[in-house]
T-cell receptor, first 111, second 115 residues
Framework: DAKTTQPTSMDCAEGRAANLPCNHS???????VYWYRQIHSQGPQYIIH???NNETNEMASLIITEDRKSSTLILPHATLRDTAVYYC????????????FGTGTRLTIIP | KAGVTQTPRYLIKTRGQQVTLSCSPI?????VSWYQQTPGQGLQFLFE???????NKGNFPGRFSGRQFSNSRSEMNVSTLELGDSALYLC??????????????FGPGTRLTVL
């Protein structure tokens, strides 16, 4: 039962902002939106998470719609090292919850 | 603060052998989860340990086992290896109950190839 849907792949020019969308129309009130990315054959890297407010950290910004049914991860100035598969997941509590990644979005940064 | 470390990074074994993988969590993290990742099945949860006790277990056969030590380091063991056990094995650590959502941080993984 997929909780999120993401485009299969996206391209972005180096130096431009990469905007990765995610739909989570069945999200419940206590579920957070999390983003991870995975560079080929490496462990997933935590990027950012949010509940309902927009969030920003040193890696990215997360914009969550007011109805919380979708969100966008923004990498403000994409570099070649940002080429990876990006996973959007919704989760209520990590304590006893097992992570499940969908197919994610394969983001390719074009020089 | 050092991240999650896993050893070895790469491993080649033959069918029928057994293997032990090691994970050192981020300092202060008390929970360690193990995942198997394959191209066909994606990320699958194996088990989670907290304070040396297994708290959760996924749907894997008994050939897959684990343990956690008092310093929170964890090992997982796979006995009687099968070709289908070839995968990237990931360890993730977190510190439950700290008052914030318990973000899981992953290690680099161990790439296991079974011949």
């Amino acid at each position: 039962d997929a909780k999120t849907t993401q485009p299969t792949s996206m391209d972005c020019a180096e130096g431009r902002a990469a905007n990765l969308p995610c739909n989570h129309s069945t999200i419940s009130g206590n579920e957070y939106v999390y983003w991870y990315r995975q560079i080929h054959s490496q462990g997933p890297q935590y990027i950012i998470h949010g509940l309902k407010n927009n969030e920003t950290n040193e890696m990215a910004s997360l914009i969550i719609t007011e109805d919380r049914k979708s969100s966008t991860l923004i990498l403000p100035h994409a570099t070649l090292r940002d080429t990876a598969v990006y996973y959007c997941i919704v989760i209520s509590n990590f304590g006893n919850e097992k992570l499940t990644f969908g197919t994610g979005t394969r983001l390719t940064i074009i020089p | 603060k050092a991240g999650v470390t896993q050893t070895p990074r790469y491993l080649i074994k033959t069918r029928g052998q057994q293997v032990t993988l090691s994970c050192s969590p981020i300092s202060g993290h008390r929970s360690v989860s193990w995942y198997q990742q394959t191209p066909g099945q994606g990320l699958q949860f194996l088990f989670e340990y907290f304070s040396e006790t297994q708290r959760n277990k996924g749907n894997f056969p008994g050939r897959f086992s684990g343990r956690q030590f008092s310093n929170s380091r964890s090992e997982m063991n796979v006995s009687t290896l099968e070709l289908g056990d070839s995968a990237l094995y990931l360890c993730a650590s977190t510190n439950p109950g700290t008052g914030a959502l318990d973000t899981q941080y992953f290690g680099p993984g161990t790439r296991l190839t079974v011949l």
